[in-house]
């Protein structure tokens, strides 16, 4: 007996050997979440990431790429389904375009201005600086993105699009099944995060989580950092309230998991928030035929106007530059009658829109009419002045500027052929506000530090976007800060084993 006892206790401390050297892998997975302990020790290979979308997933895949074979990351979405807001992204991820004319500089002082003078230079510059490397991230996963467009408030043709559906959709879906084949990587759904866990004695650090699992227990992961990547508030009524009432009545795009929970954390755990009552207001979600007192609505994509959609009143006149910020197009649509315009798009617009139109078209949200004067029928307005008005916006594209300013025409609308008409009215879309973070996607607190082992990433965060956000760069901030969060938090994990 005591022979096989001493064979047990050399086996045991060859184990523990190999595992100390990372020759075995014993946190590569993690039991369901209903069996998970009370207690976990901790480990300081593990990340923690909350969230699924575009952030949550970039921060992860980054962070078991840094982290290698010594490590595991653990995903948790409170949702059943992973993806959140990301999946339903349609108009583009920003990045440098040299071919067209683009530079740094052009693009740094594009979001400057957008951002009303409230966007942070030092986010900004890094937003920019890793721009093209993050699209080049992107395709190295497979993930196509070889269309070009230029949204409102750009100088230049720099939004990366796919040729192949939405594009959201198709960087999710190639993200996620490549996190799926990961074994390193742990995604548990129907997870609520409640509360961060906090370095004892007051240190401030954060060292894990405590959240509720899908079978209603509580569990506690312990970690070496917390990536939050938990998204805006935009369909909390209960925030925007609060903090932007001057939008609280309009209609939202947000999924109703959209709730701001991630705020709550980091506040709780000494992060600062700033510019919440910056709420963005995009000019344009489809007014559903079906249903169009609904308080929650498909985004007519900025992309519609990127192509050369136009924008007309109930009478078919033009009244905006299509292709000014979001801010300000929004403005113009809600001193309209009902708050409500008509979007159309000429043959050729619709074409370089591509096969996603299919969509909105199967919803019945975009009707498609043989000719112009078929539109104006359906549209309710007068064929002459909709023939004049698409005549003069021709005009204005053949001289290179009209009368709201636009400089910019990627199509015309030809009166003879198949035009798409959709109605639009304004809707809630994205929280510019959010946790306070530097460019190392840092959690900080009221006095600039940062709080070791919180990492925030994409909507959560705030003070990149200022007052206003180009369309585009709602996906580059989540994957430029969604991999720098995910780096940082693997490098903590390292110098964390190196102390043990």
């Known amino acids: 007996m005591s022979g096989g006892l001493g064979r047990l206790a050399k086996l045991f401390a060859l184990f523990f050997l190999m595992a100390a050297a990372g ?49 595991e990351v653990v995903v ?45 230079p030092q986010l900004v510059d890094t937003l920019v600086a890793d721009s093209s490397e993050a699209v080049a991230w992107l395709e190295s996963c497979g993930i196509d993105l070889g269309g070009r467009v230029q949204l409102g408030g750009h100088s230049r043709k720099r939004t990366h699009t796919s040729t192949r559906g939405p594009v959201g959709f198709t960087i999710m879906k190639a993200l996620l099944d ?18 961060l866990l906090r370095e004892s004695g007051g240190g401030g650090g954060v060292q894990g989580v405590v959240y509720t699992s899908e079978d209603g227990s509580e569990q506690r992961l312990e970690a070496a950092a917390v990536v939050l990547a938990t998204g805006g508030f935009g369909a909390s009524a209960e925030l925007l309230q609060q903090h932007a009432p001057q939008v609280a009545e309009l209609p939202t795009t947000n999924g109703p998991w959209a709730q701001g929970e991630g705020l709550v954390l980091a506040e709780a755990a000494g992060a600062a928030l700033l510019q919440l009552d910056q709420v963005q207001v995009h000019p344009t979600g489809f007014v559903d035929p079906a249903d169009p007192g609904s308080g929650t609505k498909f985004l007519a ?26 801010d300000k197009a929004a403005a113009a649509i809600l001193q309209q009658p009902g708050r409500r315009a008509f979007l159309l798009l000429g043959a050729e617009a619709a074409q370089q829109f591509g096969p996603a139109l299919g969509f909105y078209l199967s919803k019945h949200l975009v009707t498609k009419h043989d000719d112009l004067a078929a539109a104006a029928s359906q549209m309710g307005v007068d064929p002459q002045v909709l023939a004049a008005e698409v005549e003069a916006y021709n005009a204005a594209a053949a001289a290179g500027r009209d009368a709201f300013g636009k400089t910019v025409f990627p199509s015309r609308v030809d009166p003879q052929a198949a035009v798409h008409v959709a109605l639009i009215t304004p809707v809630v879309h994205y929280t510019m506000g959010g946790v306070a973070m530097d460019s190392d996607a840092r959690a900080l607190d009221a006095s600039g530090n940062p ?9 959560v965060a705030g003070g990149l976007h200022g007052a206003n956000r180009l369309g585009g760069n709602s996906m580059l901030e989540c994957v430029v800060f969604g991999r720098r969060a995910g780096r940082n938090a693997a490098t903590l994990a390292g110098s964390l084993q190196q102390e043990t």
Do not use: C
Request: no cysteine; hydrophobic share 40%; aromatic share 2%.
């Open 23 to 71: 020759l075995v892998y014993t946190t590569t997975r993690l039991p369901k979440p209903s069996s998970l302990p009370a207690m976990v020790a901790r480990q300081a290979t593990r990340i923690v990431v909350v969230g699924s979308g575009l952030s949550g997933t970039a921060a992860a895949l980054t962070a078991a790429e840094a982290l290698g074979q010594r490590g």
């Open 76 to 120: 948790l979405e409170k949702e059943g389904r992973a993806g959140g807001n990301s999946m339903k992204a349609s108009s583009g991820i920003n990045a440098l375009t040299p071919e067209h004319g683009d530079a740094a500089d052009t693009f740094r002082e594009d979001t400057l201005r957008s951002g009303g003078g409230l966007a942070m």
């Open 178 to 195: 490549l996190e799926a084949a990961d074994p390193r990587i742990r995604l548990v759904t129907g997870a609520q995060v409640t509360s």
């Open 301 to 326: 994509p900025e992309k519609l106007r990127g192509v050369g959609g136009i924008l007309l009143t109930s009478q078919g006149r033009r009244f905006v530059n299509e292709l000014t910020t979001r």
């Open 451 to 459: 709080i070791p082992g919180l990492f925030v990433a994409g909507e």
